[in-house]
Structure formats: structure tokens, C-alpha cells
């Protein structure tokens, strides 16, 4: 079966067709070189149309008619006039185009099923076809122009991560570099921490301590401390009625230290920008210096005991540490509350006042105000 490339788009199509099935580029030059031009006959030349009486024969000159005369003696511009060519030209009928026929002058030209008509001219095309085989009229001209473009869903950075193709195709990629590139990421991470190191080093402080304290802050871990000592100061502070300083760190719950709490006896703490608080207070010592981080603190008496409600309650806490005062707030409550305190830096003690105090039952509070425990939490060591 004859058929026809396209030089455009390198489809096949029909032999004779005019336009591409595929592309709508005009196929039909080599059609239009392949008609025959009509031409005249150069004077003297008999055309096919003549009798043979014009024909010259014996006794006659070429150009003689069959009565005598010769056409070489008649001017050029007569035979102009007359349409035919002057001597020595030749005559060149201008070319035809023809119309295609109507569509429809028979059955056979009717589109089949599974066919659509061109509009333009009529012919009949495959439904598949988008350009007219006959005049490359657009058959489907709507639906693409309209046609939107194919939608690529794309996956996500993490889908692509751990996507084994692209996995595999990164390793490839690093593996084809050469070896300074392959390893420099593994060159500069190990340069960085190294010069972490050296840093930590030079400013005093062990970089195995920081990593841990950096990994225990992101944890939130704290451990209670050992208390090297627990002193009341002034020693004659504690108030009488069983009171003991040794009961803050002892268990069960059953004992507390309290201090004598008056307006008259109230005075300012030094090393706190002149805040009063109780002339009794607590020094914690500790065997290493160490970061405090929270406090815990059970405020007045224990619930069992019928006395909490006639006394005073600490509601304020002044923590003295390094000549830096904290000030912490207490809620009037029988339960143990975790106060944050961070001190800053390592501290070997704590001085820790009562600021301020809920009033105790009217008519029957008892001039003291009560703590029942006391700990101190810090970073793991």
C-alpha cells in the first residue's frame, strides 16, 4: 500500500492525500507539480485539433492555408487580436483550479459509522483523525483548545527521601564523585565538633558535662541533691513548741521548723534590695558547688495537724544564692509544691526567708509561721 510521509512530523498517511492526518501540514506539492501545463503550438505547427486539409501538402509552403493564403504575412498585433500567438511565441492557457465536487453526490461518500464529515468540505474522516484529509481542516478544534494539561502529582520531600529509587540514585551519584567531594560533609562534621571541643576546653568546661546537661535540658531530668548540712540561722530563731531544723529534711511528715512571725520582728534581708522577711532563716549547704534548679516545698504545718489553720503560712519565699535574690511565690496549700529556681551557676549554699504569709484563723493565729520539708533538685551529675 502506497503511502505518503510527512516531512513535517514523519507520520504516515494515505497515498494522495493533501494534508497530514496528524500535523494539518500541506502534503499536495509534489500533486500540483505532477499536472501537465497546457501549451499552444508554436506557429506552423498544426495542433491535434486540425483537419488534415490545414495540414501543408504537396505544392503547399508550411503556413499556407488551403486557399493560398499564408498566416506569416498577417501582422503580429492581427494575430493577438485574433487570440492566437505572434510568430515565434508560444501561448501558455492559464491554469484551472477545480472545485471539489458537493459532498454527498453519492452514498459512498456519506460518512460510515465511527466516521465524522469535515465541515469544510464534506469528506468523511475517522474520528480519531484531528485534521481533514482532504483540506486539513481542524476536525476537533473545541476540545483541544480546551483540553487541559495532564496534572503530575508530585510527591512530598519526605516521600522522595525515603523513595528507594531516589535513595539509590543519590548513592550512584555520590559514588561516581570524586573522593574530596565524597567525604567532605564527613570532613566538616568531624572539623566542626572538634573545634566544639577545643572551645569547651579553653573556657574551663568538660565537654562530656555539657553534652549531658544539654540532653538532660532538652529532657526536662532532675534528681534531688544531698544536703551536706541544714542550719537555722540565728541559731535561736526556731520557735518554741518542738520546733526543729533537723524536721525539714526528715521523714515522715509528722515535725516542722517554724520562726516567731510579728510585724515587730520582721526586718530587711541583706542581699535582697532591702525586702523584710522573718528574722529566722534556713542555709542550706551542699558538698560540690551544683546549678539548683527547682525547690520543693511543703508550707506550714502537715495536713494532720489541727494547728495548720491557726498559723501563719509562708506565701512569699526569698532564696538568696551568690548575692542573687529570688523572689517565689506559695500557694495556701497542705501538698508539696515544686517551685522553679534556677541559681544560674554552681552555688555551694542557699539562704532561704519567709517574705510573707497568709494570716492564720481570726482571733486564734499563733505568732509562728511553719515550714514542713524542704529539697532541692538539680541536673543528673
Same mark, same amino acid.
Given at each position: 500500500?502506497?503511502?505518503?510521509?510527512?516531512?513535517?512530523?514523519?507520520?504516515?498517511?494515505?497515498?494522495?492525500?493533501?494534508?497530514?492526518?496528524?500535523?494539518?501540514?500541506?502534503?499536495?506539492?509534489?500533486?500540483?507539480?505532477?499536472?501537465?501545463?497546457?501549451?499552444?503550438?508554436?506557429?506552423?505547427?498544426? $495542433?491535434?485539433?486540425?483537419?488534415?486539409?490545414?495540414?501543408?501538402?504537396?505544392?503547399?509552403?508550411?503556413?499556407?492555408?488551403?486557399?493560398?493564403?499564408?498566416?506569416?504575412? @498577417?501582422?503580429?498585433?492581427?494575430?493577438?487580436?485574433?487570440?492566437?500567438?505572434?510568430?515565434?511565441?508560444?501561448?501558455?492557457?492559464?491554469? $484551472?483550479?477545480? @472545485?471539489?465536487?458537493?459532498?454527498?453526490?453519492?452514498?459512498?461518500?456519506?460518512?460510515?459509522?465511527?466516521?465524522?464529515?469535515?465541515? =469544510?468540505?464534506?469528506?468523511?474522516?475517522?474520528?480519531?483523525?484531528?485534521?481533514?484529509?482532504?483540506?486539513?481542516?481542524?476536525?476537533?478544534?473545541?476540545?483541544?483548545?480546551?483540553?487541559?494539561?495532564?496534572?503530575?502529582?508530585?510527591?512530598?520531600?519526605?516521600?522522595?527521601?525515603?523513595?528507594?529509587?531516589?535513595? /539509590? +540514585?543519590?548513592?550512584?551519584?555520590?559514588?561516581? %564523585?570524586?573522593? &574530596?567531594?565524597?567525604?567532605?560533609?564527613?570532613?566538616?562534621?568531624?572539623?566542626?565538633?572538634?573545634?566544639?571541643? #577545643?572551645?569547651?576546653?579553653?573556657?574551663?568546661?568538660?565537654?562530656?558535662?555539657?553534652?549531658?546537661?544539654?540532653?538532660?535540658?532538652?529532657?526536662? *531530668?532532675?534528681?534531688?541533691?544531698?544536703?551536706?548540712?541544714? +542550719?537555722?540561722?540565728?541559731?535561736?530563731?526556731? +520557735?518554741?513548741?518542738?520546733?526543729?531544723?533537723?524536721?525539714?529534711?526528715?521523714?515522715?511528715?509528722?515535725?516542722?521548723?517554724?520562726?516567731?512571725?510579728?510585724?515587730?520582728?520582721?526586718?530587711?534581708?541583706?542581699?535582697?534590695?532591702?525586702?523584710?522577711?522573718?528574722?529566722?532563716?534556713?542555709?542550706?549547704?551542699?558538698?560540690?558547688?551544683? /546549678?539548683?534548679?527547682?525547690?520543693?516545698?511543703?508550707?506550714?504545718?502537715?495536713?494532720?495537724?489541727?494547728?495548720?489553720?491557726?498559723?501563719?503560712?509562708?506565701?512569699?519565699?526569698?532564696?538568696?544564692?551568690?548575692?542573687?535574690?529570688?523572689? %517565689?511565690?506559695?500557694?495556701?496549700?497542705?501538698?508539696?509544691?515544686? &517551685? #522553679?529556681?534556677? $541559681?544560674?551557676?554552681?552555688?555551694?549554699?542557699?539562704?532561704?526567708?519567709?517574705?510573707?504569709?497568709?494570716?492564720?484563723?481570726?482571733?486564734?493565729?499563733?505568732?509562728?509561721?511553719?515550714? *514542713?520539708?524542704?529539697?532541692? =533538685?538539680?541536673?543528673?551529675?
Amino acid at each position: 500500500m502506497n503511502e505518503d510521509v510527512c516531512t513535517a512530523c514523519g507520520e504516515r498517511n494515505p497515498a494522495g492525500s493533501a494534508f497530514c492526518l496528524y500535523c494539518g501540514v500541506y502534503l499536495g506539492w509534489d500533486q500540483a507539480a505532477d499536472q501537465p501545463t497546457v501549451r499552444q503550438p508554436a506557429v506552423g505547427q498544426p $495542433t491535434a485539433g486540425q483537419s488534415a486539409a490545414a495540414q501543408p501538402g504537396p505544392g503547399r509552403s508550411p503556413g499556407q492555408s488551403a486557399s493560398g493564403q499564408f498566416a506569416v504575412g @498577417q501582422p503580429a498585433g492581427a494575430q493577438a487580436a485574433a487570440g492566437q500567438p505572434a510568430v515565434g511565441q508560444t501561448a501558455i492557457l492559464p491554469e $484551472t483550479h477545480v @472545485q471539489p465536487p458537493p459532498p454527498y453526490e453519492d452514498d459512498s461518500a456519506r460518512p460510515k459509522p465511527g466516521e465524522m464529515a469535515c465541515p =469544510q468540505c464534506g469528506i468523511p474522516n475517522a474520528q480519531t483523525l484531528r485534521f481533514c484529509r482532504k483540506c486539513g481542516k481542524a476536525l476537533h478544534p473545541s476540545s483541544s483548545a480546551n483540553q487541559a494539561p495532564p496534572t503530575v502529582a508530585k510527591n512530598g520531600w519526605w516521600q522522595r527521601f525515603w523513595d528507594p529509587k531516589d535513595r /539509590r +540514585a543519590r548513592r550512584d551519584y555520590r559514588r561516581s %564523585l570524586p573522593p &574530596l567531594y565524597r567525604w567532605r560533609r564527613v570532613i566538616i562534621t568531624i572539623g566542626a565538633i572538634a573545634a566544639a571541643w #577545643v572551645l569547651l576546653s579553653v573556657v574551663g568546661t568538660n565537654p562530656v558535662t555539657w553534652a549531658k546537661d544539654r540532653v538532660n535540658d532538652v529532657r526536662g *531530668t532532675l534528681v534531688p541533691v544531698d544536703l551536706a548540712t541544714v +542550719a537555722a540561722a540565728p541559731p535561736e530563731s526556731i +520557735a518554741e513548741g518542738g520546733y526543729s531544723i533537723e524536721a525539714l529534711t526528715s521523714a515522715p511528715l509528722d515535725d516542722a521548723w517554724a520562726t516567731p512571725w510579728a510585724t515587730n520582728v520582721v526586718v530587711p534581708l541583706e542581699g535582697c534590695s532591702g525586702k523584710a522577711a522573718a528574722q529566722g532563716t534556713i542555709r542550706l549547704s551542699f558538698p560540690s558547688p551544683i /546549678r539548683v534548679r527547682r525547690l520543693d516545698v511543703l508550707a506550714g504545718l502537715p495536713a494532720t495537724d489541727a494547728r495548720r489553720p491557726l498559723q501563719f503560712r509562708p506565701s512569699v519565699l526569698l532564696v538568696l544564692s551568690e548575692g542573687r535574690c529570688q523572689e %517565689l511565690a506559695l500557694k495556701d496549700s497542705a501538698d508539696v509544691q515544686k &517551685l #522553679v529556681l534556677d $541559681t544560674g551557676v554552681p552555688v555551694k549554699d542557699l539562704t532561704i526567708a519567709i517574705g510573707a504569709t497568709y494570716p492564720g484563723r481570726a482571733g486564734a493565729a499563733q505568732p509562728v509561721a511553719a515550714i *514542713t520539708s524542704l529539697a532541692v =533538685q538539680s541536673r543528673p551529675r
